[in-house]
């Protein structure tokens, strides 16, 4: 049977501390051989309300980072 459906990622999940469902942040916690461990967090009060794995590549690839730009010549002051 094909896979029907991609990765999940949560955009509410409930949270006891607040008693209702809240809007989550995805923070990445590992970075592992198998894949990247991520937490979610109540947008609201930052309680941890759960975790996901992914595996092989990120999702969102993230560009790397540049190096620092080349120095812009100051003009001296007269």
């Known amino acids: ?23 989550v942040r995805e923070r990445l916690l590992l970075v592992l051989p198998s894949g990247e461990l991520h937490e979610y967090l109540c947008s609201d009060c930052g309680s941890s309300l759960g975790e996901r794995t992914v595996s092989g ?14 120095s812009v010549p100051r003009r001296l002051l007269r």
């Open 57 to 70: 590549p990120a999702p969102s690839a993230r560009p790397t980072p540049r190096g620092r730009p080349p």
């Open 1 to 23: 049977m094909p896979e029907q459906f991609g990765n999940f990622i949560a955009s509410e999940l409930y949270c006891p501390k607040c008693k209702r469902a809240q809007p």
